[in-house]
């Protein structure tokens, strides 16, 4: 291909000589010897289609192998063609007779013709330069004819041009070549530098499948020496799997045996001792007579990235603290647990589990103790469920246990109860024992259809049912809760516009000096009157405003009220209101205090706060901090409802209140004999005294109670001995009225709640038999009906029915009535009726 580049000069060279040719022969001589120049004029067109294939090679851009095979075998036999038409115009010059004037022209035009298609191959450049310079030569010193020298000197100047133009030619070439060995060593010192890098590596094969190349940085990853590797087949290299995961494999190997470019295959490396994984590519290579001579492609290691999906996965399907499955990997497993792979509804169960005094713990041991005791929770969850269903953690303290294919409750419970005990035993955590407990929701599908949110609601009730009992045990989900579900939605919904609506009012009951019995102030308590249901209890709606946050506007609106009452009232009175722990966590109480009791034109210290010891159950920083802040505002500090929770004495020395209150738990029955709530009263009035604090006993009833307070050195009592909560108008009544003295007014002693019957009785007195009615009833006597001046003493015997006497004795009479005192107490359940019995303890559980 090179001289069929430079052939143009050979076809210049060729022209001239045929015109120097027919001119010396002139017009005759050269039709009459078509002999000499008929095989020259034929072999023009061989040296124009070899110039124009020359200067087509010039032109950039690659050529196949193919189009690169067909135009060399074309040049060769086109050379080979014009060199054996002008040998035969050569033969013809020879036979003209010797000493013609035109030999010597002929003789040198096509020697030179030749020599300059000869001289297109570089080793016979000094042939031609020779015969050039010396026919040049001779016609210049008169040795050879005049047409030889101009013939010489022609093809001299042919010589050189076609030299400049191939040293041109191999200039550009060399400088391609370099270009080329550069570009070359370039790739490979990048190849090299990615193979080292570990970001990938190469590999070739022969056509038989062995390896010939690979790089060593997959030898050092195989653990093999890679003179080990070279020769052996591809295929032993790659870990061969069985199942549905082999696909990979499979293409792999049908693209090797057919031949065909295969891209991005992921298969695993046939290494041992470790789990390592490749993404394949190749392609088949061939010889330039398109020959198969093997495969040649790159890998990249997936193992990290593969890694690092498995990690992914993990993170989005289990919990990270505990291992447990998460919300979304258990929700996933609860929707199969419902409904198997044909889509058909099965029974299953979930156990919505509750820790128990799990933020105390986070608050005051901290949070690593607070995750460390998660760990040991979730691993006693899972050893306790076993193999029965699956354990998940929800978030913070709530996990979820799903049991497929089990609806039976006594199975259930026993889960339950289990769980429940194992939670109850100590967590021993950085050399100390923690405390906790655990309440637990279940909620059954027996295989109806039921979808997994309606699932998880009905566990969510039950829960919620397990915590309003106390704690530490289980409920199982029932139609009742939902009800009760949808009436705490309607009381919060109405709650929200109850503010408003001016629904909310305060009532005050009387604060009593014991010693003078001057009404010192009053305690506010909230009263909600529904547009439409009428009164609503505090024990219903005060939960829910805590749990909503509702307690915050709430909260505010009852202080900015009792400190316009106190406005009313003048400055000789304190009013006392509660602060739940969601007001006491908010950082505008004390703003909010300020505010009030500056608008209302009042002291602060006739502003009471009265605050639960189960905020200070939480040691931590901001509670201290914010009770500082209280203080500073110049309001009063009592601890209300004292002892009936975890009482932290200390705290008594950290936030020194104003005031004490005894709780009613204490209050109610002290008076009995044979109670220890005297020896407790006693207890907390002395550590009270001794810290210079007030005491409020709440909840006094009876005057015996009254008197066992005074005599205990209690400074002041609240409870209906002295008066009900009571609105605006009936305080300024009752201050008018009593001077702002109180009078005592209330039962002498305590008496059980008693149950409003009327029934009809048999009562049976001194060999006679009387009917009568029963009035009212409890456990340890009746009022009587229809019997006439009976004397204190008398014993009677009441006739409920044949099979159920009791003996009893008149304790007073007035006109037709008589109290009666059991000799014994009675189930009231044997004679009033289940219905009646259990409505009567209700009244004894509200009372107490």
């Known amino acids: 291909m090179q001289v069929a580049q430079l052939w143009h000069y050979v076809l210049i060279g060729r022209v001239l000589a045929f015109a120097a040719f027919a001119f010396l022969l002139g017009v005759e001589g050269f039709f009459n010897q078509p002999a000499q120049w008929l095989p020259m004029a034929v072999g023009l067109p061989c040296d124009l289609v ?54 010597d022209a002929f003789t040198a035009i096509l020697v030179g013709s030749l020599l300059v298609a000869a001289s297109a191959v570089s080793i016979v450049r000094p042939v031609f330069f020779t015969f050039a310079g010396a026919t040049a030569l001779g016609g210049a010193i008169g040795i050879a004819s005049w047409s030889f020298a101009i013939a010489g000197l022609v093809f001299l100047g042919l010589l050189i041009v076609m030299m400049r133009e191939d040293v041109r030619h191999q200039r550009r070439a060399n400088r391609i070549a370099r270009l080329t060995m550069s570009d070359q060593q370039r790739a490979l010192n990048l190849m090299r530098d990615f193979e080292r890098a570990g970001r990938g590596w190469f590999w070739e094969t022969d056509r038989h499948g062995r390896i010939v190349y690979i790089s060593p940085t997959v030898a050092a990853r195989l653990k093999r020496p890679l003179s080990d590797l070279l020769g052996q087949p591809f295929a ?58 093997g495969f040649r492609g790159s890998g990249i290691d997936l193992t990290d990235k593969r890694r690092s999906e498995r990690e992914i996965n993990q993170l989005a399907r289990y919990d990270t603290l505990t291992g447990l499955a998460n919300r979304r990997h258990i929700t996933d497993l609860l929707e199969r647990a419902l409904n198997n792979h044909g889509g058909q509804s099965q029974p299953c169960a979930l156990l919505l589990m509750d820790l128990d005094r799990f933020k105390a713990v986070n608050d005051t041991l901290g949070h690593p103790v607070g995750d460390q005791l998660l760990q040991q929770v979730a691993g006693r969850l ?50 100390q024992l923690v405390r906790i407990g655990s309440s637990i929701g279940i909620a059954v599908s027996d295989g109806e259809g039921m979808r997994a949110a309606t699932l998880v609601r009905n566990a969510d009730l039950a829960l919620y049912a397990a915590k309003d009992s106390g704690r530490g045990v289980y409920r199982f989900y029932a139609d009742a809760m939902q009800d009760q579900a949808s009436e705490r939605k309607a009381i919060e919904d109405a709650l929200r516009e109850a503010l408003a609506r001016d629904e909310l009012k305060l009532l005050y009951q009387p604060i009593v000096d014991v010693g003078s019995e001057r009404i010192t102030g009053f305690e506010a308590l909230i009263r909600w009157h529904h547009a439409t249901e009428g009164l609503v209890s505090p024990s219903k709606f005060i939960p829910i405003a805590e749990e909503t946050n509702l307690i915050v506007p709430i909260g505010e609106w009852i202080i900015r009220t009792a400190c316009a009452t106190i406005a009313q009232l003048g400055p000789g009175y304190r009013i006392a209101v509660n602060v739940s722990p969601r007001q006491f ?69 950290k936030a020194p209140f104003d005031r004490i209150k005894i709780d009613q738990g204490f209050v109610l029955g002290a008076a009995d004999p044979t109670s220890m709530n005297a020896a407790i009263i006693s207890s907390i009035v002395s550590l009270a005294g001794a810290l210079k604090m007030e005491t ?41 009225d009593g001077g702002g003295r109180a009078e005592p007014c209330g039962y002498k002693t305590t008496r059980e709640p008693r149950f409003s019957t009327f029934r009809t009785i048999q009562v049976a007195s001194g060999g006679h038999q009387y009917e009568a009615i029963v009035r009212n009833m409890s456990s340890g006597g009746a009022l009587v009906e229809g019997l006439w001046n009976v004397p204190k003493g008398t014993p009677l015997v009441l006739e409920f029915a044949p099979e159920h006497l009791l003996d009893a004795e008149a304790r007073w009479s007035t006109g037709n009535r008589v109290g009666v005192k059991f000799a014994a107490s009675v189930d009231l359940g044997l004679f009033i009726g289940q219905t009646a019995a259990v409505a009567a303890r209700r009244q004894v559980h509200r009372a107490a």
């Not at 006094?700 to 609240?718: K, P, Y």
């Open 696 to 736: 409020t006993a709440e909840g006094v009833e009876t005057h015996d109670d009254l008197a066992l307070i005074r005599n205990l050195g209690c400074s002041h009592v609240q409870g209906y001995i002295y008066g009900k909560p009571m609105d605006m108008a009936e305080v300024l009544a009752l201050l008018r």
């Open 236 to 293: 032993e290299i790659i870990r061969k799997r069985m199942g549905q995961d082999d696909s990979e494999e499979r293409t792999l190997g049908f693209s090797l045996s057919s031949r065909t470019p295969f891209k991005e295959l992921t298969v695993q490396a046939a290494v041992s001792g470790e789990e390592r994984w490749w993404s394949l590519s190749g392609q088949p290579i061939s010889n330039r007579l398109g020959n198969f001579q």
């Open 585 to 653: 966590a908010n950082e505008r109480l004390p703003a909010t205090i300020v505010s009030a009791v500056s608008a209302a034109g009042i002291r602060p210290d006739q502003l009471e706060l009265e605050i639960t010891e189960g905020v200070f159950l939480d040691e931590s920083p901001e509670n201290l901090a914010m009770f500082q802040r209280l203080k500073r505002t110049g309001v009063r500090l009592a601890l209300d409802d004292f002892g009936t929770g975890y009482s932290a004495l200390g705290y008594l020395k």
């Open 50 to 103: 070899l110039t124009v294939i020359g200067q087509a090679m010039r032109r950039p851009g690659p050529l196949s192998q193919r189009r690169l095979r067909v135009l060399t075998s074309l040049c060769m036999a086109l050379i080979a063609v014009g060199s054996l038409l002008n040998a035969a115009s050569m033969f013809a010059v020879i036979a003209v007779h010797d000493g013609a004037s035109h030999f």
């Open 382 to 431: 899972t050893q306790i469920v076993g193999d029965k269903g699956q354990v998940g953690r929800l978030g913070g303290d709530e996990f979820q246990i799903v049991v497929p294919q089990t609806s039976q409750p006594e199975k259930l419970a026993g889960i339950a109860n289990a769980i429940i005990l194992s939670m109850a035993k100590p967590f021993s955590i950085e050399g």
